[in-house]
């Protein structure tokens, strides 16, 4: 059996820690013996890890007093650069390396898991997947072309996500071998858990409308409590209902509040099954700044639900506008009037749903047959 270990920093709510825990659970235990390194305990997806896998919880060690004051000072006054590249000087001084050696060893997102994989793992061969677009995220690849060029491939799950990797490499004159392969997505699994009951009821006398993401500036949110209030606004009966937790909660709260929007938009928190609230909605809205590809969207888009969805890049390999869903500018006033556009207009909501369930199921067989690749060279 080949010893194989990924490392993510938690299996709270996220895009790559949904496709993680999707592709262990499409591993075959007869040939893998598999470990996960967290560094967060818990999470909404810890549950969902099959029983083979080994969970190892690495609990990272509290920064003293005069080391939390030197991070603070170089967050003010090095505001380009990410926050994982600022904070990891400080945390490794207190690592160990793993005496455990592996076969493969997979850092399964960017920052923190890459930088601990890429000096604290022994492993034969290391792959890193990159899950964000790396240059909007704000990462500075000065600092990370020597991480990255300890491993064997750097992973991006799509086209712009490798485009945008690759550009940040020419600025600096490096090359690194980069390959795309697509967050896993599980449509039978994902079907079957649309099928549960709802944990909050839907009005029957409203347009509902749902989106799933961190509560985090990224994903957007604050265009969406914008756009629900010019809906209100112009007079149209709406439930917003946004599933997902993170560091933005209090300032959505506190917009909600100040939009007079406590009885119509609401934050439901964390769930790891977001799917049956996915199906009985009236609309899906996606608000994000940018993706590193965009699973909720391809998640909706397999529940054949009329989607709304900014126009960050990898969109555009999910949806067709106006045949699949309907694309809307970055601004609170374009998603307001695309989400109108499908209030008024049933027969394109009809249009968009048929057209959805059109779609086959091929990503999942592909990227599988991808990962086995890499993890038996």
Same mark, same amino acid.
């Given at each position: 059996m080949k010893k194989i270990v990924f490392v993510i920093e938690s299996l709270h709510l996220g895009g790559a820690e949904k496709s993680l825990v999707t592709l262990l659970q499409n591993l075959d235990y007869k040939r893998y013996d598999v470990d996960l390194i967290t560094f967060q305990k818990g999470g909404i997806f810890t549950d969902l890890v099959p029983q083979e896998v080994q969970q190892i919880f690495i609990e990272l060690p509290k920064l003293s007093f005069f080391d939390r004051l030197k991070f603070a000072i170089k967050r003010k006054t090095n505001p380009e650069i990410?926050?994982?590249?600022?904070?990891?000087?400080?945390?490794?001084?207190?690592?160990?390396?793993?005496?455990?050696?592996?076969?493969?060893?997979?850092?399964?997102?960017? $920052? *923190? @898991?890459?930088?601990?994989?890429?000096?604290?793992? #022994?492993?034969?061969?290391? %792959?890193?997947?990159?899950?964000?677009?790396?240059?909007?995220?704000?990462?500075?690849?000065?600092?990370?072309?020597?991480?990255?060029?300890?491993?064997?491939?750097?992973?991006?799950?799509?086209?712009?996500?490798?485009?945008?990797?690759?550009?940040?490499?020419?600025?600096?004159?490096?090359?690194?071998?980069?390959?795309i392969i697509k967050d896993i997505t599980d449509r039978k699994a994902l079907e079957a858990q649309a099928n549960h009951t709802l944990k909050r009821k839907f009005r029957s006398d409203v347009v509902n409308i749902v989106s799933v993401g961190r509560l985090a500036s990224p994903k $957007? *949110? @604050?265009?969406?409590?914008?756009?629900?209030?010019? #809906?209100?606004?112009?007079? %149209?009966?709406?439930?917003?209902?946004?599933?997902?937790?993170?560091?933005?909660?209090?300032?959505?709260?506190?917009?909600?509040?100040?939009?007079?929007?406590?009885?119509?938009?609401?934050?439901?928190g964390a769930d790891n099954n977001p799917y049956p609230y996915m199906r009985a909605c009236d609309i899906y809205v996606q608000t994000s700044l940018f993706e590193g590809l965009g699973l909720t969207v391809i998640e909706a888009a397999y529940l054949n639900k009329p989607i709304v969805c900014t126009n960050f890049p990898t969109v555009h390999g999910i949806l067709k506008d106006e045949e699949t869903g309907l694309i809307a500018e970055m601004s609170a006033e374009s998603i307001a009037s695309k989400i109108e556009r499908l209030i008024l207009n049933k027969e394109l909501r009809k249009h968009l749903s048929s057209s959805l369930a059109k779609l086959a199921n091929k990503d999942k067989e592909l990227t599988l047959q991808q990962v086995e690749k890499l993890l038996n060279i």
């Open positions: 990410h926050d994982a590249q600022l904070f990891w000087p400080f945390i490794k001084k207190h690592l160990k390396r793993r005496l455990e050696v592996y076969n493969v060893a997979i850092a399964y997102n960017q $920052g *923190f @898991s890459t930088y601990f994989t890429s000096e604290f793992v #022994l492993a034969e061969t290391k %792959y890193s997947w990159l899950n964000t677009d790396y240059q909007k995220a704000g990462y500075q690849i000065h600092l990370d072309y020597p991480v990255y060029k300890k491993f064997k491939k750097v992973i991006v799950v799509s086209p712009e996500g490798k485009e945008s990797f690759n550009g940040a490499l020419e600025y600096i004159g490096k090359r690194l071998p980069v390959e $957007g *949110f @604050s265009l969406a409590v914008s756009a629900c209030a010019l #809906l209100k606004m112009r007079g %149209y009966n709406i439930n917003w209902y946004v599933i997902g937790e993170g560091a933005e909660r209090k300032p959505l709260e506190q917009k909600i509040k100040n939009e007079l929007l406590q009885d119509d938009f609401f934050l439901l």
